[in-house]
């Protein structure tokens, strides 16, 4: 009875449930309106419900150079991975982005073919360690001082047909 009084107070009348069952209610009314397949080609890539409920990705356009990446960012001193991911996307989407990591360890990793010489002489290329996020509220708006301009959410299909094949190669596999 007290839980029931706890949601009553909480939620109102309609969603606390009976006081006897406990079973909460649904509502009614609410619609659920998902955009056909085929719908938003183009148009509206920057909406992430553009394919109903299909999976669709964050892709980003780098101010620097035009081209089609996911968003990466440098990992500062002492900070792990997970955190610099997470303060990249603040830095270049804002705060108003709320956003779910769903672990803490990358899905993959995206190895650069490029390759680079460090202070040893050993050639190494570039790592971008890829982490899967949901975005709970809100909506990615490149900032103006940030390294990209312009968003797309897209399908598996349509990202391989955007990105280098360095980047598809690394991320065909978690995509689905």
Request: proline residues 3%; without cysteine.
């Amino acid at each position: 009875m007290a839980e029931w009084e706890r949601d009553t107070a909480a939620f109102g009348g309609k969603l606390a449930g009976k006081k006897d069952e406990g079973e909460v209610q649904a509502e009614e009314g609410v619609v659920l309106n998902y955009r056909n397949e085929g719908e938003g080609d183009g148009e509206g890539r920057d909406k992430v419900e553009r394919k109903g409920e299909r999976n669709v990705y964050l892709v980003v356009k780098r101010r620097v150079d035009g081209k089609w990446t996911v968003p990466r960012g440098n990992v500062g001193d002492g900070e792990a991975l997970h955190e610099a991911a997470i303060r990249h996307l603040h830095q270049n989407f804002g705060i108003d982005m709320d956003t779910w990591l769903v672990t803490r360890q990358p899905v993959t990793v995206i190895r650069s073919r490029e390759e680079a010489t460090q202070g040893t002489g050993e050639k190494v290329g570039d790592m971008t360690f890829v982490f899967k996020s949901h975005i709970l509220a809100g909506r990615p708006v490149p900032s103006s001082t940030g390294a990209y301009d312009e968003v797309a959410w897209l399908t598996k299909e349509e990202i391989e047909g955007v990105v280098g094949p360095e980047e598809w190669e690394g991320l065909q596999s978690v995509l689905s």
